[in-house]
């Protein structure tokens, strides 16, 4: 089954720790993102990346850090820089040779801090 | 700076009542408008991507339309399983290929 996969599905921070949401895609898909949504509010873009070893910033990159080592995998860490990181993170991605670049998502990871 | 704002916010509706969800956006150079489900504590499902003006997409109960400055998305005789948030989101015609989303349509259909 091709597809995105997230982990873990939830996850507690304790004040002060760094935390790392993974994200895997087997759709052989170039592009990556990564999204935050808070209760109520559409989702806001944190960072993406359209090829292997390059990322871009969103709108609300900091406190986050991301790597690209693998076209299939962009993780996503969480640093104690992020002063309001309870929410829930998905990740998607997108074939950037088609016409109108739709994206896929995952099925979240929902992070809290304690 | 690409703006969506999806009314209502929420909608309640009986079984087989139909009704109009809207999206509006202002966007510098619209590539594609999308729509998506989401199911609480699930990431969205791609719906349908709308590109031009005049342009229609159905899919079941739904259907997606398109103007110069808004979309609709239709339900026709909704069942309780259409209950979900639907998210309009717009990518401009720009280097960047990120999506900016509305915040969403939260629907009840209640049976």
């Known amino acids: 089954d091709g597809g995105i996969t997230q982990s873990p599905k939830y996850l507690f921070r304790k004040e002060g720790q760094n935390v790392t949401l993974s994200c895997e895609q087997n759709l052989n898909h170039d592009a990556m993102y990564w999204y935050r949504q808070d209760p109520g509010q559409g989702l806001r873009l944190i960072y993406y990346s359209q090829i292997v070893n390059d990322f871009q910033k969103g709108d609300i990159a900091e406190g986050y850090s991301v790597s690209r080592e693998k076209k299939e995998s962009f993780p996503l860490t969480v640093t104690s820089a992020q002063k309001n990181p309870t929410a829930f993170y998905l990740c998607?991605?997108?074939?950037?040779?088609?016409?109108?670049?739709?994206?896929?998502f995952g099925p979240g990871t929902r992070l809290t801090v304690l | 700076e690409d703006q969506v704002t999806q009314s209502p916010e929420a909608l309640r509706l009986q079984e087989g009542e139909s009704s109009s969800l809207n999206c509006s956006y202002t966007v510098s150079g619209l590539r594609g408008l999308f729509w998506y489900r989401q199911d609480p504590g699930k990431g969205p499902e791609f719906l349908f991507t709308l590109y031009s003006a005049g342009e229609e997409k159905e899919k079941e109960r739904l259907k997606a339309t398109l103007t110069k400055k808004e979309s609709f998305l239709h339900i026709t005789a909704p069942k309780p399983e259409d209950s979900a948030t639907y998210l309009c989101a717009v990518r401009a015609n720009t280097g960047r290929r990120a999506l900016t989303f509305g915040s969403g349509t939260r629907l009840q259909v209640q049976p």
């Open positions: 998607a991605s997108s074939n950037s040779e088609a016409s109108y670049n739709e994206q896929f």
